[in-house]
Every structure is written in C-alpha cells, then in structure tokens.
C-alpha cells in the first residue's frame, strides 16, 4: 500500500466500530500502521471483549495492510502507556494519534446519576488526556534527542460540545473540555514538532443511532452518496494525521456528509468599558445593550424552539 501516510505509523481509540474504524481502515488503505485500540464495551461502557479491535486488524491485514490490536483501557496510566508501548515495540515508532474513544450514558440533569457524569468524563476527556500526554512525552524525548518530529494528534469533540445537547449535559461537558485541552496541547507541544487539531463529527454510528434514525439505513440506489456514513469523515482525519498537514494546529473542524467546516470558538465580541466599577443596575444596562449588538448564539442540539 501507498498513500498520504505512507511510513506513518498511527494509534486510532475506539477502532473497533463506528468512526474509530473507519479511520483506522482509511489510515490503513493510505499507507499507515495503525495500532487499532478498542475495550470492546457496550453502547454505555458495559463489558469488554477484543473482538472489535482484531476484527478491523483483520480487515487491514486482509487488504495487504500492517496493524496491531490494543484492547487496554486508555482510560488508565497503564492502558494508556501501554498503547504507546505496543506502537513502538510492534512498529518501531510513533506519528499519529487519533483520540476517538467514547461511549454515551445519556439523562437529562435531573436524572443523571454521579455514575454516569464520571463514567463519560473519564472515558471521553480522561480517555483523551492520558494517551495524549503519553505519546506527547515520547514525541518531546525525541525532539529534545535532536531527532525531527511531525506528530499529530486528532482528538474527537462533538455538536454537543460546541453548542450543548439537550439530555447530554455529561457528554456536552466532556466534549467542550476536549475542546479546551484541544488548544492547550497545540500550544504547549508545538516547539516540539506536534500539531493538535479536534473534529466534531456527524456520522451514523452505535452512539447516534437515535438522533439519526430516519437516515440509519444506507441508500437503496447503487452509488448514490451515504450521507451520514461514518467514512465521510475519515477523509479528513487522515489528512489532518499527515505530514503535510503541515502548518495546521489549535484548530477544530466540524465534519458531516460531504461538508467540512473551521468552527470558530470564543473571541471578543461587543465590549463596554466605564473605566470604574459598575453598579449592578448600570452592568446589566451595559449587558443589554451589548446583547443587542452581538450575533445570535447557536441553538443547543434538541431545544425546544424558543426556549
């Protein structure tokens, strides 16, 4: 195999269905060798099994491909360390690191348990922290040996992330933090040669089987375009998980069908100084007519027009 990431050697979380797999096979049929990672849980983190992740390691071998199964947790020191372990040890190296794992315990506040705020933090935005620092640390030896560096990393956030979802306030909240660990990682580890980028996906996966129910089944008609196939995305990830990719960090894209989009997050908009302290009355004078010169915000995901 030839491609775009011909000699890289790429770590996908969450390989074994869904967005991690098709990222893992695109990597793949590009050149890459990939280290495909999945705990093989349910839908909402129960059980584990190894299937899933050699099952894609097949389908990668089976089309003349190079890759290793991981079925650690990465949530966990050791699941994580370990991950960049079986890279090295299996391949010799270290380029690409995609963070995708996660999986959905769904409430609307009022009825969700502490369980399930912890269980989705921890495999969402502790799922991105502990391979990110891991393979981080490898890449800074490497830069400070004096050996050049061009790592990538691709961390997962979402809609819900960047706007909030209705009955998703753990997942909304997880997915925002990734966002800002996103910008932190692009500045701390760009003097070593790493560049940090987010996705926030759309694709018809085991986690969005609800919210995209009317389009779950593929297209009736030979060729015609699956939208919400989660393959649409891969094509960006790859590209953002290249060499030449060059150039591009600290930046999230939201990617859907055959769209992409640079989302643009929190900058200054209206300001108002007095030059001394407000009285409460005067600040939410001034709060008013800010709010009048500032643009609309977005529309949580599932709010109820209006509200």
Not at 7 to 33: D, K, N, P, S, W
Not at 67 to 80: P, S
Not at 289 to 301: D, I, T
Request: hydrophobic fraction near 45%; glycine fraction near 14%; aromatic fraction near 4%.
């Amino acid at each position: 195999m030839s491609g775009l990431c011909e000699g890289r050697v790429v770590i996908v979380t969450g390989a074994g269905r869904g967005l991690g797999r098709a990222h893992a096979l695109a990597f793949a049929e590009q050149g890459a060798r990939v280290v495909v990672n999945d705990l093989g849980v349910g839908l909402d983190g129960a059980g584990g099994s190894g299937g899933p992740a050699q099952a894609v390691v097949d389908e990668i071998r089976a089309a003349g491909g190079e890759a290793v199964a991981h079925d650690g947790d990465i949530a966990t020191t050791r699941g994580a360390a370990s991950l960049v372990t079986t890279a090295l040890e299996s391949f010799g190296a270290l380029h690409t690191l995609v963070n995708n794992a996660g999986f959905l315990r769904d409430r609307m506040l009022v009825n969700l348990d502490e369980d399930d705020w912890d269980a989705v933090m921890r495999v969402h935005l502790k799922g991105h922290f502990l391979p990110l620092k891991h393979a981080a640390a490898h890449w800074r030896a490497e830069a400070k040996a004096g050996r050049p560096v061009a790592a990538r990393v691709v961390n997962t956030s979402s809609g819900a992330g960047l706007l909030g979802s209705v009955g998703q306030g753990n997942y909304s909240a997880a997915k925002a933090g990734i966002v800002g660990l996103t910008l932190v990682a692009a500045a701390e580890l760009g003097p070593y040669g790493v560049q940090v980028n987010a996705i926030a996906p759309a694709a018809r996966t085991r986690m969005t089987e609800a919210a995209f129910a009317d389009t779950m089944a593929a297209p009736d008609r030979a060729g015609a375009f699956d939208a919400m196939a989660p393959e649409n995305v891969s094509p960006l990830v790859v590209w953002l998980g290249s060499a030449v990719s060059g150039g591009v960090t600290g930046r999230v894209f939201e990617a859907e069908a055959g769209r992409i989009t640079v989302m643009e997050g929190w900058r200054p908009g209206p300001t108002s100084d007095k030059g001394a302290r407000w009285t409460p009355r005067e600040a939410g004078e001034a709060a008013l007519e800010l709010l009048a010169r500032a643009g609309a915000p977005g529309v949580v995901y599932g709010a109820r027009p209006g509200s």
